[in-house]
């Protein structure tokens, strides 16, 4: 519940309800997000992934940044993205 989304031109959002509510705002079904270049680095409890996706006309790249709670889940802590100039 304490993740943070830092999409592009909009202020942090924070907590589950506020980037799912941006996600349903932003995210079209109809176009599935294609993960390529996925690169993992992991040290002890966190773990940092970069990678490059498309969606549609969008292509972007993200860093996201994974903890692991005391169960043992990987839950997400911060995710930045950033989208990628048009050709």
Do not use: C
């Not at 932003?26 to 966190?46: A, M, N, S």
């Not at 940092?48 to 997400?76: Q, Y």
């Amino acid at each position: 519940d304490d993740a943070v989304l830092m999409p592009p031109g909009h202020t942090n959002l924070r907590g589950k309800e506020a980037i799912d509510a941006f996600v349903r705002q932003t995210v079209r079904p109809e176009h599935p997000f294609e993960y390529r270049d996925q690169k993992i680095e992991r040290d002890g409890d966190l773990a940092v992934v970069a990678s490059t996706f498309v969606s549609g006309d969008l292509d972007a790249k993200d860093v996201v940044v994974l903890r692991r709670e005391p169960d043992g889940d990987w839950r997400i802590a911060r995710v930045i993205y950033n989208l990628n100039a048009a050709p």
